[in-house]
Nanobody, 120 residues
Framework: QLQASGGGLVQAGGSLRLSCAASGFTFDGYAIGWFRQAPGKEREGVSCINSSDGSTYYADSVKGRFTISSDNAKNTVYLQMNSLKPEDTAVYYC???????????????WGKGTQVTVSS
């Protein structure tokens, strides 16, 4: 089971840290991704981290503002979001897939989302 948390309401320019905690399994051998879906828009990938080597990937829209990291001891992945913009407003989801980020077949497990709202 995956549980995303940490969303909330923040003013533009502010920061939030999202957490994705796994229970019942460990992240070993998985890629962990963050996705978001804004009202009326398709879901988009935001960031991904490979548990095998810690390599990270970001969507162009969040590069330089968001940082993904993992705490293996806590079996938790974080998404630090800085310099938030109103266009970052969305429901954020974490998900995992076996193998590295971008492996064919898509994500295997999804957590429930957490709402992020950025006011202008």
């Amino acid at each position: 089971q995956l549980q995303a948390s940490g969303g909330g309401l923040v003013q533009a320019g502010g920061s939030l840290r999202l957490s994705c905690a796994a229970s019942g399994f460990t992240f070993d051998g998985y890629a962990i991704g963050w996705f978001r879906q804004a009202p009326g828009k398709e879901r988009e990938g935001v960031s991904c981290i490979n548990s095998s080597d810690g390599s990270t990937y970001y969507a162009d829209s969040v590069k330089g503002r968001f940082t993904i990291s993992s705490d293996n001891a806590k079996n938790t992945v974080y998404l630090q979001m800085n310099s938030l913009k109103p266009e970052d407003t969305a429901v954020y989801y974490c998900a995992v897939q076996e193998g590295p980020c971008g492996s064919p077949g898509g994500m295997d497990y999804w957590g429930k989302g957490t709402q992020v709202t950025v006011s202008s």
